[in-house]
């Protein structure tokens, strides 16, 4: 098994551990994380950022229907110590709710095609947003989290974006909110609706 890993990470794709639920790869210095990451997935990523490589991670491209905030979180401030751009391409991809956490993280953060994204509840790619959710693990019973809607606020400033936590007020409990680019540059959560230089 760990013949296999190593086999992969050397041909330039990563894939995460049994135990992980998010999928990593990268080429050229490109990666991809996708998948809805769960508490302990920082640690895949962790091994992910650290592999060694032919050339270092610029940037990482996201989809993801989120997951965890903590994980989100920790990822997020993983890809900023790095020095790490992140990109969304709202044609193709999603990053909906704690995923904007790890999305916050990029030193350079690129809504590509945000543009193009009609604002509001109908648009099915792009940025969402909503509040933070408290369930159980059966999905029987689930009301808003107020500590956790203040815990994604705190890492939105502390990423330099703070008025992101208007994004999530616009949100019902069953509905995700899609900023247009020209609100996701306004609020600071995205600096570019352009694809990151080659």
């Given at each position: 098994?760990?013949?296999?890993?190593?086999a992969?990470a050397?041909?330039g794709?990563?894939?995460a551990?049994?135990s992980?639920t998010i999928?990593l790869?990268?080429?050229?210095?490109?990666g991809r994380?996708s998948?809805?990451f769960?508490?302990?997935?920082?640690?895949?990523?962790a091994?992910?950022?650290?592999r060694?490589?032919?050339?270092?991670?610029r940037?990482?491209y996201?989809?993801?229907?989120?997951?965890s905030i903590?994980a989100?979180?920790?990822?997020?401030r993983m890809?900023?110590k790095?020095?790490?751009a992140?990109?969304?391409?709202?044609?193709a991809?999603?990053?909906?709710s704690?995923?904007?956490?790890i999305?916050?993280?990029?030193v350079?953060?690129?809504y590509?095609g945000?543009?193009?994204?009609?604002?509001?509840?109908s648009?099915?790619?792009?940025?969402g947003?909503?509040p933070?959710?408290?369930?159980?693990?059966?999905?029987?019973?689930?009301?808003?989290?107020?500590?956790?809607?203040?815990?994604m606020?705190a890492h939105?400033?502390?990423?330099?974006?703070?008025?992101?936590i208007?994004?999530?007020?616009h949100?019902?409990?069953?509905?995700m909110?899609?900023p247009?680019?020209k609100?996701?540059?306004d609020?600071?959560?995205a600096?570019?609706?352009?694809?990151?230089?080659?």
């Open positions: 098994m760990r013949r296999a890993i190593l992969m050397l041909a794709t990563f894939i551990p049994a992980a999928y790869s990268d080429s050229n210095g490109v994380l998948g809805i769960e508490p302990g997935d920082e640690n895949a990523f091994t992910f950022l650290a060694p490589r032919e050339r270092k991670l940037v990482i996201l989809d993801s229907t989120g997951g903590a989100g979180i920790r990822i997020g890809i900023r790095a020095g790490i992140t990109a969304v391409d709202a044609d991809a999603r990053c909906d704690a995923c904007t956490l999305f916050a993280g990029g350079t953060r690129h590509i945000g543009d193009r994204v009609f604002e509001g509840f648009a099915r790619g792009g940025l947003f909503h933070a959710h408290l369930r159980d693990p059966a999905w029987t019973r689930a009301e808003f989290s107020q500590k956790g809607t203040d815990t606020a939105y400033r502390a990423m330099g974006a703070p008025r992101t208007e994004l999530m007020q949100a019902g409990f069953t509905s909110f899609r247009s680019g609100t996701a540059l609020v600071r959560i600096t570019s609706l352009t694809a990151p230089n080659p």
